[in-house]
């Protein structure tokens, strides 16, 4: 009974197993036609939204801004370190009664501000006193620093404080440093006639709990204090007739980057010189020297016409004693075509720019009666505004772009060969010659991927020179499978585009309608269950 | 009554099984003895794909373009495919083992069952095995198509009553299944078309569909991703001139699939024109992930849920005649049918010949069911009034012009008598 029934199941496990069989998966090749993107494409991917604006027409414009001169209350003037010593010595011997007064002296002390710079008022951002004094009396003394120009809320500035008694060896020592912040300044001297000029109080007193002691004669007291890194936040008087040089000074030109070749017509370029004033005082400038250049050809364009070397008046803000504080003084200069050659400027495609030029405050002397006035916060600007309509003729107009691009293996493993097909509806009056280019991961070039017709091209225009219709175009990308292996050791893909408006020699505007609609169609065989 | 227990102990553990396979067509029990059989069988046809093709699918040959062009020609507008592994073990206790009962066995055992069964439109053929391509400016039809996979072990207990009727033994059976369910999928669209752009710029489906499937997560024999009850039954019925009919219903029953199942439906004109990206230069991996399958299935998926629902198994009704026509030589015509699952009604006869009495062999001829014209040969072997054995198929041509033949079949079986 045992044998037959391990017999049995001997067989039974025979069965079981047999009929279980693990098969391998089936693999087999399809040929997909489908499509697997759809985007737009339109001169926003390829510049930067801030530089596009449209006109009321539809048609887009080219605008960039950048600052070229700004002139704030660091650039006009400082208030420098200034240390001012104060030196008492005593001229006869006496003796000095506890809490007595043995020396009290009011002096007017000038700041050292130069250029001819006659300030009457300021108010501290920042700064300090830093305060040293040194006694030869035998007994504790106190001592008293009164800035009599200088009040915060009203309050008088004043430092106090006790020496101890000297030694026949050391003097008494004391320092501190105090915080000028939010003090307001009247630097008119004690008569309030002078300019740049502090008045200041000093005294010494025995100390009231001190013993009776004898002052001898020569025995000194020394006060010795510094205005430190004082920035004011707000100025009042007369600022001088001063003439600052700027420049040359370079400054990027970030509109053309990614065009590398070719060359464009632009049927009109403004250009404009903003002047923004929030300084109280007249100001004249004048630019001497204007160049534009590309670092990738070294084609440079020197700006040329009334512009250069003609003196431009900037008027002085007006002070509201409101808020806000200033009103400012604005002024334009136009720089077009028809008073400069500007346009050959932006058509060099440059990529940095380099000025240069002089200016002077002031340029009528003290006209103001001493009342030209800085806030910190409201400085000088000159501003370069560049409008350039896109009415144009490109020729070969190259723009270059590097993507990142990772395709991973087993995403395309599966991939057997076939084409790609991108279906190009161009929107634009422009061909577009494409060209694509894989780059490894030090971004050398390794391959150029193939395309058969790699043209878009122009769509036609009307009677207006305005696209009506889209034009179609089909680019063919063929791969093999070795073509799809170097897809995924690819880092990056450069994408080079050449453009050439059509209907020639028109100048032809660019509208915020305009769009390229790309679609990529997969045509290629594809290995199911590919090991 | 230590071995009796044993015995009984084993058939218990193991179980048993009533099948339309059986030894009781070579060799037909005139008393009831204790015995302990084993049957494992595989099918698969189809009505338009060939043994050839299906074979190379099932085994996981590479599929050439040669075994497509051949698989067109004999493809229609609608095909079946349909598949079938079963393992059984089981014992018959005769109930005088137990209870003194002298015509009546207890049957217990245990079975193991894996189905398929596939409608599907020669142009979802195409479209599976060429891909859109040749669809290009035209429609793919799939309406129609229904695929339905599972597979489940099931524990059966159940009786065989012997009966005397014009002097022959017939036999009457009840079998009671409970199911653990290990795995479903099933696809139902009744309304489906596929266009594909002339240059491949659209793909549109307009498809009505629903997907339901059970825990992709637990997979594997372990798995018990529902439960279920079945039933089979069968009887026979001797006539006066000793001819017999039988009559068999297998698998009446349902599986209940557990909450974390999942269902999912459309019906919905869907339109895809690639990965709308909004930046030209991002041609990366992210974008190949939008292109993935989950993701473009979540495209044409509007309603997706988790949550429990029930199949009815496909139940099979047999019916056949079996004539004596003398002591040699025994004809089976029957027909047989399995409902809810794609299946042709199947017409069959078998002719026995026996040899010798414990000797025999059996030719098939059938159509319908999954595949077309199947022809047959089984030999069966009785040792001593011990051991019975057999070994067959009902589509032995498949063997040698897989070619020219739709379906595949091999079952095997082996009895044991104490």
């Known amino acids: 009974m045992k044998t037959k029934l391990r017999l049995f199941f001997i067989i039974l496990t025979t069965l079981f197993f047999s009929c279980k069989k693990n098969f391998d998966t089936p693999s087999w090749d399809v040929e997909v036609l489908a499509p697997l993107v759809n985007t737009s494409l339109s001169l926003n991917d390829l510049l930067k939204d801030s530089l596009l604006e449209t006109n009321p027409d539809g048609s887009l414009q080219m605008v960039y801004q950048t600052d070229l001169i700004d002139i704030d209350v660091d650039s006009l003037f400082k208030i420098p370190d200034t240390t001012i010593v104060e030196e008492f010595v005593v001229p006869l011997t006496s003796v000095v009664n506890p809490g007595s007064t043995f020396y009290s002296n009011d002096e007017e002390k000038e700041l050292n501000i130069n250029n001819g710079i006659e300030l009457n008022y300021a108010k501290i951002e920042s700064g300090f006193i830093d305060l040293e004094v040194f006694s030869e009396v035998k007994e504790r003394v106190v001592v008293t620093l009164k800035i009599l120009s200088a009040s915060l809320n009203g309050d008088t500035l004043f430092i106090a404080d006790t020496i101890e008694a000297a030694t026949s060896t050391t003097p008494g020592y004391f320092s501190t440093s105090f915080d000028l912040s939010n003090y307001e300044l009247d630097l008119t001297g004690i008569n309030y006639n002078s300019t740049n000029t502090l008045v200041t109080k000093a005294i010494a007193s025995l100390h009231p709990d001190a013993f009776f002691v004898q002052v001898n ?25 001063q003439q600052y040089q700027f420049g040359p000074e370079t400054t990027d ?25 929030g300084i109280g005082v007249d100001a004249q400038m004048t630019l001497t020297s ?23 008046n900037i008027n002085r803000a007006q002070e509201t004693y409101s808020v806000p504080e200033v009103n400012y003084s604005y002024y334009q200069k136009q720089i077009n075509t028809s008073n400069s050659n500007i346009d050959e400027l932006i058509e060099v495609l440059p990529d940095q720019l380099t000025y240069q030029g002089n200016l002077t405050i002031n340029p009528l002397g003290n006209i103001s009666g001493s009342n030209d006035f800085l806030f910190k916060k409201h400085p000088l600007k000159a501003k370069l505004n560049v409008e350039m309509p896109l009415s144009l003729i490109a020729n070969n107009l190259t723009l270059v772009d590097t993507v990142e691009f990772d395709l991973a293996e087993e995403n395309v493993r599966n991939i057997i060969d076939g084409n790609l097909f991108v279906y190009a509806d ?61 897809l995924t050791l690819a880092k990056k893909m450069k994408l080079t585009v050449a453009f050439t408006t059509t209907a020639q020699p028109n100048y032809l505007k660019i509208y915020s309608d305009y769009k390229i609609d790309l679609k990529l169609v ?10 | 009554m230590s071995k009796r227990f044993s015995l009984i102990l084993v058939a218990l553990l193991l179980g048993g099984l009533l099948k339309a396979q059986s030894f009781q067509n070579y060799f037909a ?8 059989e084993a049957q494992a069988s595989y099918f698969y046809g189809s009505n338009g794909v060939s043994n050839k093709f299906i074979n190379h699918f099932i085994t996981g040959d590479r599929i050439e373009k040669e075994d497509k062009d051949e698989a067109y020609k004999n493809l229609k507008s609608n095909n079946i495919f349909g598949a079938d592994l079963n393992f059984s073990l089981n014992t018959e206790i005769p109930f005088d083992t137990l209870f003194g009962k002298s015509n009546m066995s207890l049957v217990v055992g245990v079975e193991m069952v894996e189905h398929a069964d596939i409608k599907f439109t020669d142009d979802l053929f195409k479209l599976a095995f060429d891909g859109n391509k040749q669809f290009a400016g035209t429609y793919a039809q799939l309406g129609g198509t229904n695929i339905n996979y599972f597979n489940y072990q099931q524990f059966n207990v159940g009786y065989i009553k012997y009966k005397k009727q014009h002097g022959k033994v017939a036999r009457e059976g009840v079998k009671l299944s409970i199911i653990k369910a290990q795995e479903h999928i099933a696809i139902t669209v009744p309304r489906g078309k596929l266009y594909t752009e002339q240059y491949g710029r659209d793909i549109d489906l307009d498809a009505n569909y629903i997907y339901n499937s059970s825990d992709t997560l637990n997979k594997g024999l372990g798995a018990f991703n529902g439960y279920g009850v079945s039933t089979d039954l069968f ?12 009559v068999q219903v297998n698998d009446l029953g349902f599986i209940q699939w557990n909450k974390k199942s999942i269902q999912m439906e459309a019906d919905t004109v869907f339109s895809y024109d690639g990965v709308d990206i909004d930046n030209v230069f991002d041609l990366n991996d992210s974008l190949v992930a939008d292109i993935s399958q989950d993701s473009l299935l979540n495209l044409v998926t509007t309603d997706k849920s988790k949550g429990g629902y029930s199949i009815a198994l496909p139940t099979l009704i047999n019916v056949f005649y079996t004539k004596q026509l003398n002591a040699k030589i025994k004809i089976d015509i029957g027909a047989q049918y399995k409902i809810l699952a794609n299946y042709i009604p199947l017409v069959y006869t078998n002719i026995y010949y026996y040899f010798n009495p414990t000797f025999v062999a059996q030719t098939h001829i059938s159509y319908g069911g999954y595949g077309l014209f199947n022809t047959g040969i089984v030999v069966a072997k009785s040792f001593k009034n011990k051991y019975q054995c057999y070994l067959g198929s009902n589509n032995v041509l498949a063997y040698f012009v897989p070619q020219s033949t739709y379906s595949s079949s091999t079952f095997v079986g082996l009895k044991m008598y104490f």
């Not at chain 1, 020569?218 to 001088?240: A, C, L, Q, S, T």
């Not at chain 1, 440079?300 to 016409?305: E, H, M």
């Not at chain 1, 422009?430 to 122009?458: M, P, S």
């Open chain 1, 217 to 241: 004669s020569g025995d000194k007291i020394i006060f010795n204090y510094k205005f430190r890194d004082v920035v004011p936040y707000y100025v009042k008087g007369y600022f001088g007739s």
């Open chain 1, 253 to 277: 030109f970030n509109v053309f980057n990614t065009i590398v070749d070719g060359s464009f017509d632009l049927d009109d370029v403004n250009v404009t010189l903003d002047f923004e004033n």
């Open chain 1, 290 to 312: 204007f160049i534009t250049q590309n670092l990738s050809n070294n084609n440079t364009a020197t700006l040329s016409g009334s512009v250069i070397n003609s003196p431009i």
């Open chain 1, 426 to 486: 161009n929107g634009y009056p422009f061909d577009a010659d494409l060209t694509l280019d894989l780059l490894d991961q030090n971004n050398q070039l390794f391959k150029t991927i193939t395309l058969i017709n790699n043209r878009i091209e122009a769509a036609p225009v009307n009677l207006l020179l305005r696209v009506e219709t889209p034009k179609m175009s089909v680019l063919k990308i063929p791969l093999s499978a070795t073509d799809i292996s170097e």
């Open chain 1, 522 to 531: 997969g045509d290629f065989g594809y290995q199911v269950n590919a090991d």
């Open chain 2, 29 to 36: 029990d005139t008393i009831q003895r204790l015995n302990i």
């Open chain 2, 235 to 246: 009887s026979e019925f001797y006539l006066k001139n000793k001819d017999k009919i039988t």
